[in-house]
């Protein structure tokens, strides 16, 4: 069975399409609708042309700066990631915001040929650059929704979301959808931002999302959100304006 299919079998019966298109080489969910709101993270992600340039110049350089210039590079966050899932042969992975699948891939060396990879993303143009590089076996792309993964309770043994919950448009819901896809014993591993400086988390927001679309989160404000959701070990590390947030679901 492809990894295809495999997710296929993964996504909640309203979201299973008839007739899978899968002519670009990932599962669309989406069609002609657009999720991402009105926001100009949103909008980033959404367009044609912006997400190749949030990859190539916000991602390892503009948001670096932002984030902390001592914060941890692209390869050191991928290794990061696979650290904080404790991946092991044979699991399911969701990378959720994947973009061109950097994460993803990595997943799939984790967890082998048995395991499986799902890399989801709102942008078919993302998504695109993903299927154009080698797509190991254990690795299938859906385009999807966030804030309405279309997969069934507890189907994930790790879940990851890295730089991506500072531009969707309620990060809340997007939790609560990677808390309920997260089987018992599940992982979860975040990336995004954190305010540090002076100012109140809710001033800083407000004066930093106006203008680049990215959205400041207080100090406990994520690790808040998993521990109220039940999850157990829940982590924080925080690097320059960036923290990284684990948890485990009992």
């Not at 899968?22 to 959404?46: E, F």
């Not at 650290?83 to 973009?99: I, K, N, T």
């Not at 929704?145 to 994930?156: E, K, N, R, T």
């Amino acid at each position: 069975m492809s990894a295809l299919d495999r997710v296929l079998k993964l996504t909640t019966p309203e979201h299973r399409p008839a007739e899978p298109d899968v002519l670009r080489g990932y599962l669309d969910l989406l069609g002609d609708s657009d999720p991402t709101g009105a926001r100009p993270g949103q909008r980033l992600m959404s367009s044609r042309v912006l997400p190749l340039i949030y990859e190539t110049v916000w991602r390892p350089v503009g948001g670096r700066l932002l984030m902390g210039v001592l914060g941890p590079g692209m390869e050191d966050e991928r290794l990061l990631a696979v650290d904080m899932l404790e991946l092991s042969p044979g699991e399911r992975v969701l990378d959720v915001a994947c973009g061109p699948g950097n994460f993803t891939r990595a997943f799939a060396s984790a967890v082998g040929p048995t395991g499986l990879v799902a890399g989801i993303d709102a942008s078919p143009t993302m998504l695109q650059r993903a299927v154009e590089q080698a797509v190991p076996d254990n690795v299938a792309y859906v385009r999807g929704d966030a804030a309405a993964l279309p997969f069934v309770d507890a189907s994930f043994d790790a879940v990851c979301c890295f730089a991506a919950l500072y531009l969707i448009e309620d990060p809340v819901r997007a939790i609560d959808e990677i808390v309920r896809v997260l089987a018992p014993g599940g992982r979860v591993a975040l990336l995004s931002s954190v305010s540090r400086g002076p100012l109140p988390s809710r001033l800083a927001d407000l004066a930093v999302r106006p203008l680049t679309g990215v959205r400041i989160f207080g100090r406990h404000e994520l690790t808040g959100a998993l521990s109220e959701r039940g999850l157990a070990q829940v982590a924080q590390r925080v690097s320059g304006l960036a923290q990284f947030v684990s948890g485990r679901r009992p």
